[in-house]
T-cell receptor, first 112, second 108 residues
Framework: NAGVMQNPRHLVRRRGQEARLRCSPM?????VYWYRQLPEEGLKFMVY????????ESGMPKERFSAEFPKEGPSILRIQQVVRGDSAAYFC??????????FGPGTRLTVL | TQLLEQSPQFLSIQEGENLTVYCNSSSVFSSLQWYRQEPGEGPVLLVTVVTGGEVKKLKRLTFQFGDARKDSSLHITAAQPGDTGLYLCAGAMNKFYFGSGTKLNVKP
């Protein structure tokens, strides 16, 4: 049973470009969570999704950030017009029913 | 304000010593997880505790969930350099709430 997959593992963007981060949950998991982590800090919740629904986006910045989890395919975290402050590690976790989360390896975004 | 408070924030000990990390809250959780994270990697699940008062052991690691399901502790016996990492607790309610982490360094 493959674990949570994230790609790319590393992403470099110039200011103003778009960043698109992908997350494929574990098989059978219908809950996906996105977190952001700065160096030497803990995880900050961003958004919680189930298939085709955003359940909680209270941790998402109001502008430039969006997330989706379509019926088919991976969950996508999209950051438009990236700025240097968006540089961080972004982690996705999946869960079968909100009981325990399993994390992917993360995408490290660097904005030049 | 953090819903889950972890302490200590940093811990540097010698190989062979024992240590305890605490995760405290005033809120009740349906379950609580402990993770370990190494630099450049995602958090790896160590344990999930569900029942108040529950104790789980994983080799040299002992996890306890408080009777009221508001707090938890992680005790490591005879720490080894391989235990070095960031330890995170997470409580499940309507979503998951993370503590700020305990950075452990075990010196050989």
């Amino acid at each position: 049973n493959a674990g949570v997959m994230q790609n790319p593992r590393h992403l470099v963007r110039r200011r103003g470009q778009e960043a698109r981060l992908r997350c494929s949950p574990m098989k059978g998991h219908s809950h996906v969570y996105w977190y952001r982590q700065l160096p030497e800090e803990g995880l900050k919740f961003m958004v919680y999704l189930q298939k085709e629904n955003i359940i909680d986006e209270s941790g998402m910045p109001k502008e430039r950030f969006s997330a989706e989890f379509p019926k088919e395919g991976p969950s996508i975290l999209r950051i438009q017009q990236v700025v240097r402050g968006d540089s961080a590690a972004y982690f996705c976790a999946s869960s079968p029913r909100g009981y325990t989360q399993y994390f992917g390896p993360g995408t490290r975004l660097t904005v030049l | 304000t953090q819903l889950l408070e972890q302490s200590p924030q940093f811990l540097s000990i010698q190989e062979g010593e024992n240590l305890t990390v605490y995760c405290n809250s005033s809120s009740v959780f349906s379950s609580l997880q402990w993770y370990r994270q190494e630099p450049g990697e995602g958090p790896v699940l160590l344990v999930t505790v569900v029942t108040g008062g529950e104790v789980k052991k994983l080799k040299r690691l002992t996890f306890q969930f408080g009777d009221a399901r508001k707090d938890s502790s992680l005790h490591i016996t005879a720490a080894q350099p391989g235990d070095t990492g960031l330890y995170l607790c997470a409580g499940a309610m309507n979503k998951f709430y993370f503590g700020s982490g305990t950075k452990l360094n075990v010196k050989p």
